[in-house]
C-alpha cells in the first residue's frame, strides 16, 4: 500500500507541479511560471543576492580550482573542468556579477555589455538569466516527482507502440514533449539527459528527443505571441508551432544520423517497455511503475536533485551568460545577421512578400540562433500580420538558440557540439520554410491573419 501511495500521489504532485495550468492574480500558468512571478515580484532583491553570492563561489572556485585539487571527488567534479569551459564560466560569472552591479558603465565596452538589448537581456530584472535561477532552482528539485516515482515507467509501457511506431523513441519520452511543450524547455532537455544516463535511452533516441520536442514552452509562447499580436488567436499560433514540431520530428526520427549510436550511456541495460506475453498493457504499465517508485528512497531522489541544482548553476548558467551576451552584443551592433541572411530576402521576395517586409523577415529568420526572443523583436514592427505570424512561429520551431538551450544541449552528455547545434538550427529553419508557407497561406485564406 506504501508503495502505491507513493507512485500516485507522488506521481500526482508532480503532474499537477509541471503540467497543470493554475489560474493567481487573473494569470493561468503551470505553478513553475507563478513561482518566478512571485519571487520577482515578492523576493526580487534578495533573489538576486542570491545569485550574486553563485556567480562569486563560481568565479572564485573555477579560478582556485584550476590550480588546486580537492581531497573531495565531488568537489573536484563540481569545479574542474576543460580549459574552455572554465574560460566561460569564469567570463560568465565575471558579466553576470557586471551587469547587475553596473560596473563599467562609463566605458564604450561596459556600454554594450549593459545594454538592455545585450547583458540587460541576459540578467537582472526580467532577465533571462533570472528566470533560468529560479527555474532550475524550483524544478529540478521537483523533477524526481515526474522522473524517479514510477510515471515514467507508466507512460511509457502505455505509448510505447505509439511513440515508438510514428517518432522511434520510447514511450518513456512523452513526459519529456509534455514538460516542454506545457512548461520549458530547458527542463525538457534536463529530462531528457538525465533519462539517458540513466538507461531509458539510447544515444540516437536521447538526440532526436532533446532534439525534436525540447521547445520553449507555452509561457514563453504566449509572452512571444502577445508581443507580436497575436494574443486574441494564440491557440492558432501555438497549435502551428505543435504541427510544425511534429512534422519535423516525424522527419528527424528517419534520418541516418551516423554519430548517435544505438548505445547506451555507459553501456548500461536497457530499460524494457515491452509488455510480457500473457498480460495486459495497463497492468504491466502499473507494476512497472510500482517497482519503480520502490526502488527509489525519497531523500536520495532530493540530495541527488540538490546536486543537479548546483551542477548547473555552476557548469550551465555562467556558460549561457557568456554565450548569450556576446551573441546579443554581435546582433545588436554588427551587421552580420543582415550579411549572413541575405539570400533569405529574395526566398520572402518570391514567396510573396514585399521586399520591405522580406528584409524584416531575412535576418529575423536567422537571429534566433543567437536567442528565441531577438526574431520577434527584427520582426515585431512589420506592418504583415503573416510575417509576424511566420517569423513567430518559426523562432519556436527552429528550437536551438545559444543564450539557452542550444549551450545546455552541448552540456548535455549525448555528445552534441556546436557544429551539431548549428547543423539542427539550420535543418530545422530549412524544414519549417515549406511547412509554415503553406500554414500562413491557409490562415491567411481563412481571414485569420492578412498579409
Known amino acids: 500500500m506504501a508503495t502505491k501511495l507513493k507512485f500516485v500521489l507522488l506521481s500526482l504532485l508532480g503532474f499537477i507541479f509541471f503540467l497543470v495550468p493554475f489560474t493567481i492574480n487573473g494569470e493561468s500558468s503551470i505553478l513553475i511560471s507563478h513561482i518566478v512571478t512571485f519571487v520577482n515580484e515578492q523576493i526580487f532583491e534578495g533573489f538576486i543576492l542570491f545569485t550574486v553570492a553563485c556567480s562569486w563561489i563560481v568565479l572564485l572556485g573555477t579560478i582556485i580550482f584550476t590550480f588546486y585539487t580537492s581531497k573531495s571527488e565531488y568537489l573536484n567534479s563540481v569545479f574542474k573542468a576543460s580549459p574552455l569551459n572554465v574560460f566561460l564560466r569564469i567570463v560568465g560569472s565575471f558579466l553576470y556579477l557586471m551587469v547587475i552591479n553596473g560596473w563599467f558603465e562609463q566605458s564604450a565596452i561596459g556600454q554594450a555589455i549593459l545594454d538592455g538589448g545585450t547583458g540587460g537581456t541576459m540578467a537582472g530584472d526580467g532577465g533571462l538569466l533570472t528566470t533560468l535561477y529560479i527555474t532550475f532552482f524550483v524544478g529540478i528539485l521537483a523533477l524526481p516527482l515526474l522522473t524517479h516515482f514510477g510515471?515514467?515507467?507508466?507512460?511509457?509501457?502505455?505509448?510505447?507502440?505509439?511513440?515508438?511506431?510514428?517518432?522511434?523513441?520510447?514511450?518513456?519520452?512523452?513526459?519529456?514533449?509534455?514538460?516542454?511543450?506545457?512548461?520549458?524547455?530547458?527542463?525538457?532537455?534536463?529530462?531528457?539527459?538525465?533519462?539517458?544516463?540513466?538507461?531509458?535511452?539510447?544515444?540516437?533516441?536521447?538526440?532526436?528527443?532533446?532534439?525534436?520536442?525540447?521547445?520553449?514552452?507555452?509561457?514563453?509562447?504566449?509572452?512571444?505571441?502577445?508581443?507580436?499580436?497575436?494574443?486574441?488567436?494564440?491557440?492558432?499560433?501555438?497549435?502551428?508551432?505543435?504541427?510544425?514540431?511534429?512534422?519535423?520530428?516525424?522527419?528527424?526520427?528517419?534520418?541516418?544520423?551516423?554519430?548517435?549510436?544505438?548505445?547506451?550511456?555507459?553501456?548500461?541495460?536497457?530499460?524494457?517497455?515491452?509488455?510480457?506475453?500473457?498480460?495486459?498493457?495497463?497492468?504491466?504499465a502499473y507494476d512497472s511503475a510500482l517497482e519503480q517508485a520502490e526502488s527509489t528512497k525519497i531523500l536520495e531522489a532530493i540530495v541527488e536533485a540538490l546536486k543537479h541544482v548546483i551542477s548547473i548553476f555552476v557548469g550551465f548558467l555562467p556558460i549561457i551568460m557568456a554565450v548569450g551576451t556576446f551573441s546579443l552584443i554581435l546582433a545588436e551592433y554588427t551587421p552580420i545577421f543582415d550579411i549572413i541572411s541575405a539570400p533569405l530576402v529574395y526566398v520572402y521576395d518570391f514567396i510573396g512578400y514585399s521586399t520591405d517586409v522580406a528584409r524584416q523577415m531575412a535576418p529575423a529568420s536567422l537571429a534566433g540562433f543567437a536567442d528565441m526572443y531577438l526574431p520577434a523583436l527584427f520582426i515585431t514592427d512589420s506592418p504583415s500580420e503573416a510575417s509576424r505570424f511566420f517569423i513567430g512561429v518559426l523562432a519556436f520551431t527552429q528550437l536551438v538558440f545559444m543564450s539557452e538551450t542550444g549551450m545546455i544541449l552541448v552540456k548535455t552528455k549525448i555528445g552534441l557540439n556546436f557544429f551539431d547545434i548549428l547543423k539542427i538550427f539550420l535543418f530545422r529553419t530549412i524544414i519549417s520554410l515549406p511547412i509554415l508557407v503553406l500554414l500562413t497561406n491557409i490562415l491567411a485564406a481563412m481571414n485569420i491573419i492578412s498579409f
Open 151 to 284: 510515471i515514467v515507467e507508466f507512460m511509457g509501457v502505455l505509448l510505447g507502440p505509439v511513440m515508438e511506431k510514428v517518432f522511434k523513441v520510447p514511450g518513456y519520452s512523452t513526459i519529456d514533449a509534455i514538460a516542454s511543450f506545457v512548461g520549458d524547455g530547458t527542463i525538457g532537455i534536463v529530462v531528457t539527459d538525465t533519462q539517458y544516463q540513466r538507461g531509458y535511452y539510447n544515444q540516437r533516441e536521447a538526440y532526436v528527443i532533446s532534439t525534436s520536442f525540447s521547445i520553449v514552452g507555452i509561457a514563453f509562447a504566449a509572452a512571444v505571441a502577445q508581443e507580436l499580436g497575436f494574443g486574441s488567436i494564440f491557440p492558432v499560433f501555438y497549435g502551428s508551432i505543435i504541427i510544425v514540431t511534429l512534422i519535423i520530428a516525424f522527419i528527424t526520427a528517419r534520418l541516418p544520423l551516423k554519430k548517435f549510436k544505438r548505445t547506451y550511456y555507459e553501456n548500461q541495460e536497457p530499460k524494457a517497455a515491452d509488455v510480457p506475453e500473457g498480460k495486459s498493457t495497463f497492468k504491466h
